[in-house]
Protein backbone atom coordinates (compact mmCIF):
# COMPACT_ATOMS: atom_id res chain seq x y z
CA UNK A 1 0.00 0.00 0.00
CA UNK A 2 1.18 3.16 -0.77
CA UNK A 3 0.29 6.96 0.19
CA UNK A 4 -0.23 9.76 -1.78
CA UNK A 5 0.17 12.92 -0.06
CA UNK A 6 -2.11 14.66 -2.37
CA UNK A 7 -5.24 13.49 -1.18
CA UNK A 8 -4.05 11.65 2.01
CA UNK A 9 -5.38 8.71 1.57
CA UNK A 10 -3.98 4.93 1.54
CA UNK A 11 -4.14 3.61 -2.37
CA UNK A 12 -3.93 -0.68 -2.55
CA UNK A 13 -1.58 -1.66 -4.93
CA UNK A 14 -3.88 -2.74 -7.12
CA UNK A 15 -6.27 0.48 -7.36
CA UNK A 16 -3.31 2.24 -8.52
CA UNK A 17 -2.36 0.04 -11.07
CA UNK A 18 -6.33 0.34 -12.43
CA UNK A 19 -6.49 4.13 -11.90
CA UNK A 20 -3.43 4.49 -14.44
CA UNK A 21 -5.29 2.97 -16.74
CA UNK A 22 -8.76 4.59 -16.18
CA UNK A 23 -10.50 1.42 -15.11
CA UNK A 24 -11.52 1.69 -11.61
CA UNK A 25 -14.60 4.29 -12.39
CA UNK A 26 -15.88 1.68 -14.96
CA UNK A 27 -15.15 -1.07 -12.96
CA UNK A 28 -17.26 0.79 -9.36
CA UNK A 29 -19.94 1.44 -12.08
CA UNK A 30 -20.22 -2.10 -13.08
CA UNK A 31 -20.27 -3.07 -9.58
CA UNK A 32 -22.55 -0.12 -8.30
CA UNK A 33 -24.94 -1.60 -11.53
CA UNK A 34 -25.17 -5.48 -10.92
CA UNK A 35 -25.98 -4.85 -7.14
CA UNK A 36 -29.34 -3.64 -7.31
CA UNK A 37 -29.69 -7.01 -9.44
CA UNK A 38 -28.57 -9.56 -6.53
CA UNK A 39 -31.06 -8.85 -3.64
CA UNK A 40 -31.15 -11.59 -1.23
CA UNK A 41 -34.23 -13.36 0.13
CA UNK A 42 -35.09 -11.03 2.81
CA UNK A 43 -34.49 -8.04 0.92
CA UNK A 44 -37.27 -8.90 -1.88
CA UNK A 45 -39.86 -10.02 0.91
CA UNK A 46 -38.90 -6.43 2.30
CA UNK A 47 -39.58 -4.79 -1.00
CA UNK A 48 -42.50 -7.17 -1.81
CA UNK A 49 -44.45 -6.35 1.35
CA UNK A 50 -43.57 -2.52 0.87
CA UNK A 51 -45.27 -2.67 -2.51
CA UNK A 52 -48.10 -4.58 -1.25
CA UNK A 53 -48.37 -2.19 1.43
CA UNK A 54 -48.27 1.15 -0.80
CA UNK A 55 -51.61 3.27 -0.75
CA UNK A 56 -51.43 2.93 -4.20
CA UNK A 57 -51.63 -0.67 -4.16
CA UNK A 58 -54.29 -1.10 -1.09
CA UNK A 59 -56.28 1.35 -3.92
CA UNK A 60 -56.31 -0.43 -6.23
CA UNK A 61 -56.99 -4.04 -4.95
CA UNK A 62 -59.97 -2.33 -2.91
CA UNK A 63 -61.29 -0.54 -5.76
CA UNK A 64 -61.63 -3.99 -7.56
CA UNK A 65 -63.07 -5.76 -4.46
CA UNK A 66 -65.85 -2.98 -4.49
CA UNK A 67 -66.66 -3.50 -8.13
CA UNK A 68 -66.89 -7.21 -7.86
CA UNK A 69 -69.20 -6.84 -4.77
CA UNK A 70 -71.39 -4.44 -6.25
CA UNK A 71 -71.25 -6.50 -9.56
CA UNK A 72 -72.53 -9.22 -6.84
CA UNK A 73 -75.24 -6.95 -5.85
CA UNK A 74 -76.19 -6.06 -9.08
CA UNK A 75 -76.74 -9.82 -9.71
CA UNK A 76 -78.76 -10.97 -6.96
CA UNK A 77 -81.09 -7.63 -7.94
CA UNK A 78 -81.56 -8.81 -10.98
CA UNK A 79 -82.26 -12.53 -10.13
CA UNK A 80 -84.40 -11.36 -7.71
CA UNK A 81 -86.22 -8.38 -10.02
CA UNK A 82 -85.84 -10.34 -13.75
CA UNK A 83 -86.08 -14.59 -12.47
CA UNK A 84 -83.10 -16.20 -12.59
CA UNK A 85 -84.01 -17.00 -16.38
CA UNK A 86 -84.48 -13.77 -17.68
CA UNK A 87 -81.06 -12.35 -15.34
CA UNK A 88 -78.61 -15.00 -16.26
CA UNK A 89 -77.87 -14.49 -19.65
CA UNK A 90 -77.01 -10.42 -18.58
CA UNK A 91 -74.99 -11.71 -15.71
CA UNK A 92 -72.92 -13.97 -17.57
CA UNK A 93 -71.50 -11.33 -20.12
CA UNK A 94 -68.21 -9.71 -19.70
CA UNK A 95 -70.24 -6.37 -20.07
CA UNK A 96 -72.28 -6.75 -16.76
CA UNK A 97 -69.82 -4.59 -14.65
CA UNK A 98 -70.97 -1.56 -16.87
CA UNK A 99 -74.54 -2.78 -16.06
CA UNK A 100 -73.63 -2.92 -12.18
CA UNK A 101 -71.70 0.64 -12.51
CA UNK A 102 -74.89 2.38 -13.70
CA UNK A 103 -77.28 0.82 -11.56
CA UNK A 104 -74.94 2.27 -8.70
CA UNK A 105 -74.79 5.48 -9.94
CA UNK A 106 -78.69 5.27 -10.08
CA UNK A 107 -79.49 4.36 -6.57
CA UNK A 108 -76.60 6.48 -5.47
CA UNK A 109 -78.79 9.37 -6.80
CA UNK A 110 -81.50 8.19 -4.97
CA UNK A 111 -83.55 6.48 -8.46
CA UNK A 112 -85.18 3.42 -7.98
CA UNK A 113 -82.56 0.54 -9.32
CA UNK A 114 -84.82 -2.21 -9.67
CA UNK A 115 -87.28 -0.49 -11.16
CA UNK A 116 -84.59 1.14 -14.05
CA UNK A 117 -83.35 -2.65 -14.12
CA UNK A 118 -86.56 -4.24 -15.09
CA UNK A 119 -87.67 -0.78 -17.62
CA UNK A 120 -84.30 -1.08 -19.66
CA UNK A 121 -85.25 -5.01 -20.39
CA UNK A 122 -88.69 -4.82 -20.67
CA UNK A 123 -88.34 -1.69 -22.64
CA UNK A 124 -88.01 -4.05 -26.77
CA UNK A 125 -86.53 -7.32 -27.58
CA UNK A 126 -83.00 -7.51 -28.02
CA UNK A 127 -83.47 -9.07 -31.32
CA UNK A 128 -80.06 -9.86 -32.77
CA UNK A 129 -77.40 -8.00 -30.66
CA UNK A 130 -73.83 -9.38 -30.14
CA UNK A 131 -73.87 -8.10 -26.90
CA UNK A 132 -77.03 -7.61 -25.36
CA UNK A 133 -75.30 -6.42 -22.05
CA UNK A 134 -74.07 -3.10 -23.57
CA UNK A 135 -77.67 -2.92 -25.39
CA UNK A 136 -78.87 -3.00 -21.42
CA UNK A 137 -76.00 -0.36 -19.84
CA UNK A 138 -76.86 1.87 -22.76
CA UNK A 139 -80.17 1.52 -21.98
CA UNK A 140 -80.09 2.68 -18.55
CA UNK A 141 -77.34 5.08 -19.28
CA UNK A 142 -80.28 6.32 -21.55
CA UNK A 143 -83.08 6.26 -19.12
CA UNK A 144 -80.79 8.17 -16.69
CA UNK A 145 -79.96 10.94 -18.37
CA UNK A 146 -83.74 11.11 -19.40
CA UNK A 147 -84.20 11.55 -15.65
CA UNK A 148 -81.40 13.55 -15.06
CA UNK A 149 -82.23 16.24 -17.55
CA UNK A 150 -86.17 15.99 -16.75
CA UNK A 151 -85.24 16.80 -12.68
CA UNK A 152 -83.24 19.79 -14.12
CA UNK A 153 -86.31 21.03 -15.88
CA UNK A 154 -86.75 24.76 -16.58
CA UNK A 155 -86.37 26.85 -13.52
CA UNK A 156 -89.45 29.16 -12.86
CA UNK A 157 -88.65 32.48 -11.83
CA UNK A 158 -89.42 33.71 -7.99
Given at each position: ??F???N??F?????????????????????????????????????????????????E??????????E?????????????????P?????S?????????????????????????????????????????????E???????????????A?
Amino acid sequence: MSFSPGNRRFRHPVEQSIRGRGFLDSLLAKVAANHDGNLTAHEEMVAARAEARSAATMAEVLTDIEDQANEHRAATMARRVLGDGVAEPFIKTTSWGAVATHLRAAARDGFNDEALLKDAVDEADFGVSEDQDAVLAWRIEHRLAMRYEWNRGPKKAP
